[in-house]
């Protein structure tokens, strides 16, 4: 920062630090020279501003670099700040006890939140900051400027490293591994032995973090490049920040399995007097129902009583027809992070900068969701993967030494699928054949084999353009500008099976025989778990639920077809503002914001009204 005045000389402050969204103080006193003298100070910003109301955090430098936690992503540094709590995961968060629909998450200027999801899950962005690719992160959670106040209550503003005149960067890589951790106290408790060992198997948490920063002038040796050389010093800069995530994964999992008796249709049930069995099958015939198994559910129980004899171990329940099966799926994640920024000073007063942030998902399967395998080996399985980006372009003008304007233009998009291996044959199998259905035992109070029933894919892109110039007259600094936003959604989805319920309805001539006569002493709560102990090993359906979707492409019902929407919304704002410095120690701000948003508009391909006509 360079003043000057007339009669004065010249004063240069150096390294001013300025973070964002937050206004900076120096404070300078001119000598009396010539204005061919300098004066040089190093680091003039006061620690306390006092030229702006909001109430701020900002984290930058050896904070972000050497605060511990685990994840590297820097969004999890806001969970270190007064007033978050998080009742559980990360994404759980809330600031001050807002709601997730009051959060506003930017990445240089740029909202990169998951738009479609943001009143229930707002602390979860799309792009994730990583540690090293940001040099900045300000939280605001209170009286935001006016060119805040309509996006969300709380603002939370990560800015990505640049390139400077020198050449600076790292080469990284953080490790966990369960050699380095005690096993989990219910592991120990649930899990088998393990044979060679001798103690429960450990959830395997084998992190491996690594990659490389490198930020500077563009620079190109004449040496190698000739005519084509470039001294980038001053002029043009550029950071790079590849980072991968690769963990091996491990999730203890715990499943409810009838017992050897009950799967041979032998009910047992407690009473004052002691234990009593009864056989389904034989009050079956004698009332002259169904008394054989199905054979698809009774090789799909036997496949699951199976499965325990692979892995994991069996306890005992206070149900005597159930037993609690624990073991252990294993899985695995590769996420990659490159970041890009380049900065251009056109000319003395224009300067562009462009962010660029790609960053793809992949893992084996979802525990996320829940949709790692019912049962060891079983084939129902689906796994979640993504290709996220941004880009942000800025133009930032200096017109005269006392208006500024800067244009900020961004897309942030990509699309999330989650289990794209789910299929039909994943219920025709051999193994845990449910012969083209999802089969609902969990009538028997047992867990069921499904895990999923189809595919889905989604996409929420986000176009946000904004611009605000500045303008500083004597003691007043104000500020004009407007913002433009477009949210896009398309979601597809496709079940590939239908779905069976299983029971004994209440007008089911086989509801009667559910009597104190053929199960004497049984309350109403036996009666009901014998029920639906029956029904799932007769096969006895209750409702069959499949699903009809109209199609973009031929304008008709298709039976399990693809279920495409899409939709827009559009946002909008102004504001002026005006930070009127009345003397050194008082300073007005004021401000006013216009904002408006566009209904949800459904776009549809093959009106829905058009087959009512």
Partial sequence: MTIEATGFKKAVVQDVKVDASVPATVNV???????????????GAEVLQTQSAAISTTITGRQI????????????LVLLLPGTNTPGRPRQSTVNGLPKGALNITIDGVNVQDNLLKSSDGFFTYVRP????????????????????????VQIKFVTRSGSNQFHGS????????????????NNRDLRPDAKTGRAPRDRVLINQYGFRLGGPIWLPKKFFGPAAFDGRDKAFFFVNYEEYRIPEAASRQRTILTEAARQGNFKYVTSTGTNTVNLYTVAAANGHIATPDPTIAQLLLDIRNSTARTGGLTALTDPNTELFSFQNTGGQSRFFPTVR??????????????????KFTGVV??????????????????????RFSNTTALRSTFTPTVVNE???????????????????????SLANQDGFSIGIGAAGISGATVSTGPSRRNAPVWQFSDTLTWTKGSHSMSFGGTFTQINLWSWSQTQVPSIALGVASVDPADLMFNTTNFPGASATNLAAARGLYATLVGRVTAISASAVLSEKNNQYTYLGENVQRGRQREFGIFAQDAWRVNSNLTLNYGHALGGSIAVRLIERCPFSDHFR
Avoid: C, M
């Fill in 29 to 43: 006193s001119l000598e009396v020279g010539a204005p061919s003298e300098s004066v040089i100070v190093q680091g």
């Fill in 65 to 76: 670099t050497e605060i511990p936690f685990t994840s590297r992503d820097a969004l999890d």
């Fill in 130 to 153: 990583r540690v090293d690719a940001v040099d900045e992160v300000t939280v605001s959670t209170g009286n935001p400027g006016a060119e805040s106040a309509g996006e969300g209550a």
């Fill in 171 to 186: 080469l990284y890589e953080y490790h966990r591994n369960p050699a380095l951790n005690a096993n989990y106290w219910f």
């Fill in 342 to 359: 380049f900065d251009l000073n056109v000319t003395s007063k224009h300067k562009i900068e462009n962010v660029w942030n790609y960053q």
């Fill in 366 to 387: 979802d525990f996320l969701n829940g949709t790692d395998p019912a049962f060891p080996n079983f084939p129902n399985q689906g796994f979640q993967g993504s290709n």
């Fill in 407 to 429: 244009a900020r233009f961004g897309l942030v998009g990509g699309t999330v699928l989650f289990f794209p291996n789910v299929n039909r044959g994943q219920f025709t199998g």
